[in-house]
């Protein structure tokens, strides 16, 4: 019982203590829930704790977000599934063993997992406090304070030289040529000078008189439309919505993105793990047996309708059965109708002759008289 008890008092102080650096470096997840749901959380595998994961790698390093994030992953990433992703970023940094991808699923012991997560956090809170503004302000590139040693200040400002060398495109500092349209626009203009069969390295001479023209015209299109939003403004008044019509909005808007997200989070989850590796696999090959199928469906298919013609067949016979019954049965009737019609003509034979011999005695009395 004291064992137990002790267990469970660990349990919480482990719950409690990830609760508060969760807070402490502003997890989404974690915000007005009890501590006992954090340990849910962390040691029960599902989808909250690899959305757990995926936020704490991108809180360590938001470039870190392009990589784990199927929404801004590459095409060649997406063919990865994310345990796959968070497996690689956790062996990177050394969280992990680069085969280890229960403990990122979170189906190994409570104690491995213990460490993993406690490692992590911690590596986040160290990031998180290094990124404090306050921090950041006693310990500017440049500056040098009493807040740090002069060798503590000049190695702050080798790592910022670092930083800045190491970003992309550091070359473009050094570059010569100066670009000032955007990508898309600058495609634009150079299509239309190998139209004029002008290239990158000989660009034709600029039109300053042209360029003026076009800034006029640019200006009285400017001038116009803005004539025109100002008679509209004029002829119609619009009211101001109320702020609670746009709070109403606004939430409602807020949850429909929250659902799509879920939805976005939901079907990327359902096509990485089952759909994906369907999708990877080469089309199927089909043998000969198409031929052979479709020989069988065509017998059955005349089998059936050789079936269909004799039941049609067999039902055709039983109605001519019956109909001979029907004709047996009515040339019996005829005869004892006929018999009907000898025996009633035998009767009025019969009462002709008693009428006869009725009206000769009748006579004969009448002639002794």
């Known amino acids: 019982m004291a064992a137990s008890f002790k267990g469970n008092t660990k349990s919480q102080k482990l719950a409690k203590s990830f609760k508060d650096r969760l807070d402490k470096i502003g997890c989404p997840y974690t915000e007005g829930v009890d501590d006992s749901w954090i340990t849910e959380l962390i040691f029960k595998p599902g989808e909250p704790r690899i959305r757990l994961l995926q936020w704490l790698f991108s809180k360590f390093d938001s470039q870190l977000n392009d990589l784990l994030d199927p929404q801004y992953a590459s095409v060649e990433s997406k063919m990865d599934s994310r345990l796959q992703r968070l497996l690689f970023v956790g062996s990177t940094l050394g969280l992990c063993r680069y085969d280890d991808v229960d403990l990122i699923r979170g189906i190994t012991t409570g104690s491995k997992q213990a460490a993993f997560m406690d490692n992590l956090i911690d590596l986040v809170c160290i990031m998180d406090t290094a990124e404090d503004p306050q921090n950041k302000a006693l310990r500017s590139p440049g500056v040098v304070s009493d807040e740090m040693s002069l060798y503590e200040q000049f190695t702050s400002d080798c790592n910022y030289m670092d930083t800045l060398m190491n970003q992309e495109k550091i070359g473009a500092i050094f570059n010569s040529r100066l670009t000032l349209l955007p990508a898309d626009l600058q495609r634009q203009v150079e299509a239309s000078w190998a139209d004029q069969g002008h290239t990158r390295e000989n660009p034709p001479k600029v039109n300053v008189q042209n360029l003026i023209d076009s800034a006029e015209n640019l200006a009285k299109d400017i001038q116009r439309q803005k004539e025109i939003l100002e008679e509209l403004q004029k002829k119609y008044e619009y009211e101001e919505e109320e702020i609670s019509e746009k709070e109403r909005v606004k939430k409602t808007l807020q949850l429909v993105l929250t659902e799509l997200t879920h939805l976005v989070t939901n079907f990327s989850y359902l096509y990485e793990n089952e759909m994906c590796l369907w999708c990877n696999k080469s089309p199927p090959f089909l043998s000969d047996l198409g031929t052979a199928f479709k020989r069988v ?27 001979t019954s029907l004709a047996s049965a009515g040339q019996a009737a005829l005869e004892s109708f006929q018999e009907c019609v000898s025996v009633l003509d035998e009767s009025i034979q019969r009462h002709d002759m008693v009428d006869e011999s009725t009206n000769i005695s009748f006579r004969s009395s009448i002639l002794k008289v």
Not at 297 to 323: I, T, V
């Open 297 to 323: 469906h065509n017998l059955l298919q005349q089998f059936d309708k050789l079936q269909e013609a004799s039941m049609k067949l067999k039902r055709s016979g039983m109605k001519s059965q019956k109909d």
